[in-house]
């Protein structure tokens, strides 16, 4: 009997990335997010004849930054060309775009894929960039389905777009998902784009398909409309099942484009597309060949070195990739791989965390606990981000030393913090003293407590001396709550078990 | 004769001019021969100074048949898509037979021998590009770019729900 491999998925992503920048790729037109219609085109993004194109300088570092941090080729020389087709958000009925010799080729991104809730052992895995161009965007299309007619904001047109386009190496959406995610964190750390998917800033495409492993690749969908990094996942699960239904009950996959709906979750085939487009692909005869120089010594003799992009020039001014951060923080700090996960992913939360390491005495695994678990869940109950913490580094060191030293006791502390969020301005000593949380280390006052409660409870001193340990804990409960908390466990421990034995 | 004298008198402006007014004087002198002749033997052994380098003859040949790739023709599923692509309008069958005669016209080159040269898309290809610094410097200009429009509302262009379709082949076909 032949075992037939079952049906896989394969995603490969498209990308555009927005770069970020003041003016846009061809012209000194403002980039903005919101801003009254049309108010921030020029006579050369609105397409009026005898324009013509001029190449902003920060947009072609922007792309070289991003190749060298995704590990690419810099071509030296590249090209520009024109992709036709018409729509009304690009009036020249041309995009200009870099497809024959993109300005980078040939990289990886590297990203750590979580099997569900599995947080663990994340898996590394790679995905291939086959390139990285320089390309314009289009403006925006409002339909008004009612009148039948469209609004046109050319504000968006002309504004450098980074196109990075990823070799299907990918399998599923949460490998998709995760892949995104850490190329958010790069984009962000570089500050070549600030990658909110929901503004628009990175527009991701899926091209999905399905085959039998060993078999030639399957008809693939393009899915679009994906405005989440969540929603990425679930469009390319639900398109891929949908193949499969397609294959299992017989029929074929047709090459199509589809749109995610994010209500049902599901895709849907758009409409008004007629068959293969041909872009008549040519060069863009107004822009000569775009040169960017390996070294300083290579920029040759009539060349502006202020002007010239070198390559050189950029890989000193690379920031720390997050990559690079978590396996610092691991080394540096001692503390678990998921962890550092956490606090490179959260804005500010690494230099927040670091801030209190070094004001206390206590280990970072001990601070880690307070980060990751008490901060972080009032952050996000207030929906506040690290900057905007009433509570500062300071004070949560302040309050750590306390218990190290003995001061207060852990369960005390996690109301002392809560009680510091409330009211930040007062010192965390005042706090402690309103409220008589201090701990009780006076052992006379310890063994009169405990006494009292070991006479209070001789059926569980029989149990306890009979063998069963677990009363015990009933026994350091009641004191607990006799004293809402101010003991430690461990004295109060070693205490019983002296009166008891 | 006395004016051509006159003329040698004169400084002559352009070394080219001395030579003509020299062998003009030949001519003058010399009755035997005709001065046509004379005028183009002189002409020779004194231009050492100063080659053309535009062929005195025609150098160009008509490229044989055999040396161009079959002639390309257009099909009407061919006219539908390039209208379509490039919002051309072929009018009539006169219309691509025009373009298949300038298909052809363009064939000749292949007969040029382009072995290992590079394809050149611009003649600016050793220039440097000029990248312009990022700062904002133009934009604000709605009402002007607007009052060029047909049709606007409010600050947006208006334009028609996606793209028009072009009338269907049947119709083409009736035209052509």
């Not at chain 1, 979580?114 to 409002?142: A, P, R």
């Not at chain 1, 294959?247 to 849907?268: H, M």
Request: charged letters at 25%; one cysteine or more.
């Amino acid at each position: 009997m032949v075992i037939v491999p079952q049906l896989v998925g394969v995603v490969g992503l498209e990308i555009h990335a927005q770069i970020q920048s003041k003016s846009k790729l061809f012209s000194g037109s403002q980039v903005r997010f919101m801003s009254p219609p049309n108010s921030l085109v020029s006579h050369f993004d609105a397409s009026l004849p005898g324009t013509l194109p001029v190449l902003n300088h920060r947009c072609v570092e922007a792309a070289v930054l991003t190749g060298l941090a995704l590990n690419c080729t810099i071509n030296k020389r590249s090209l520009f060309d024109r992709k036709h087709y018409f729509y009304a958000d690009m009036p020249a009925g041309f995009q200009i775009t870099q497809q024959r010799i993109p300005i980078a080729v040939n990289g990886t991104l590297v990203y750590n894929h979580f099997e569900g809730h599995k947080w663990n052992h994340g898996m590394t895995k790679s995905v291939k960039i086959k390139q990285i161009q320089l390309e314009q965007d289009s403006g925006k299309s409002l339909h008004d389905e009612e009148r039948s007619q469209t609004l046109i904001d050319l504000n968006r047109a002309g504004v450098g777009l980074m196109e990075l386009v990823m070799e299907p190496d990918m399998c599923g959406g949460e490998e998709a998902a995760s892949a995104v995610r850490e190329l958010q964190l790069i984009l962000q750390t570089l500050g070549t784009c600030q990658a909110n998917m929901s503004e628009g800033q990175l527009r991701v495409d899926a091209n999905v398909s399905v085959h039998r492993p060993g078999d030639p690749l399957g008809v693939r969908t393009e899915v679009k409309n994906i405005n989440s990094v969540r929603h990425l996942a679930k469009a390319i699960d639900y398109e891929i099942q949908r193949q499969m239904k397609v294959l299992r009950s017989g029929g074929t996959v047709i090459n199509e484009t589809r749109a995610f709906d994010s209500k049902s979750s599901t895709t849907i085939a758009m409409r008004d597309k007629e068959g293969l487009q041909d872009y008549r692909f040519m060069p863009e005869p107004n822009l000569p060949p775009l040169f960017v120089y390996e070294t300083e010594d290579s920029v040759p003799a009539g060349v502006d070195s202020a002007q010239a992009v070198v390559v050189e020039r950029l890989i000193s001014c690379l920031p720390e990739m997050p990559a690079q951060k978590r396996m610092r923080l691991v080394e540096t700090y001692d503390i678990q791989l998921e962890h550092s996960f956490t606090l490179v992913n959260e804005e500010g939360l690494v230099d927040y965390f670091e801030s209190v390491v070094q004001k206390t005495k206590a280990k970072p695994r001990k601070v880690i606990g307070w980060v990751l678990d008490d901060l972080m869940r009032n952050l996000n109950l207030h929906n506040l981000n690290v900057s905007q913490s009433p509570l500062s580094p300071e004070a949560l060191a302040q309050m750590i030393d306390l218990i190290e030293s003995g001061r207060i006791s852990s369960p005390v502390a996690k109301q002392v913090f809560q009680e510091m969020w409330k009211a930040p301005e007062l010192p965390v000593e005042q706090i402690i003293e309103e409220r008589d949380w201090w701990m009780i280390s006076d052992v006379e006052q310890l063994r009169a407590l405990c006494q009292r409660i070991v006479d209070g409870h001789p059926e569980a001193v029989q149990l306890i001396k009979g063998g069963n340990k677990r009363v015990m804990n009933k026994l350091i409960g009641e004191i607990h709550k006799v004293t809402k908390g101010r003991t430690d466990p461990v004295q109060v421990v070693a205490i019983l078990e002296e009166m008891i034995f | 004769m006395m004016c051509n004298l006159g003329l040698w008198a004169m400084r002559p402006a352009h070394h080219r001019r001395c030579v003509l007014f020299l062998s003009a004087l030949r001519a003058v002198l010399s009755a035997n021969r005709t001065s046509w002749s004379r005028y183009r033997s002189e002409r020779e052994l004194s231009s050492s100074a100063w080659t053309s380098k535009v062929p005195q003859v025609p150098s160009w040949e008509p490229i044989a048949e055999h040396q161009l790739p079959t002639a390309t023709k257009i099909s009407p599923e061919l006219v539908d898509k390039l209208e379509r692509l490039a919002l051309v309008d072929f009018g009539s069958k006169e219309g691509v037979e025009c373009l298949e005669k300038a298909i052809t016209f363009a064939d000749q080159l292949h007969a040029v021998n382009t072995d290992g040269v590079e394809p050149m898309d611009s003649v600016l290809e050793d220039r440097e590009l000029y990248l312009r610094d990022d700062s904002v410097t133009e934009g604000e200009c709605a009402d002007k770019l607007l009052q060029l429009a047909k049709h606007s509302l409010e600050e947006y262009y208006l334009a028609p729900p996606g793209n028009i379709p072009l009338p269907k082949s049947e119709e083409r076909s009736a035209v052509l």
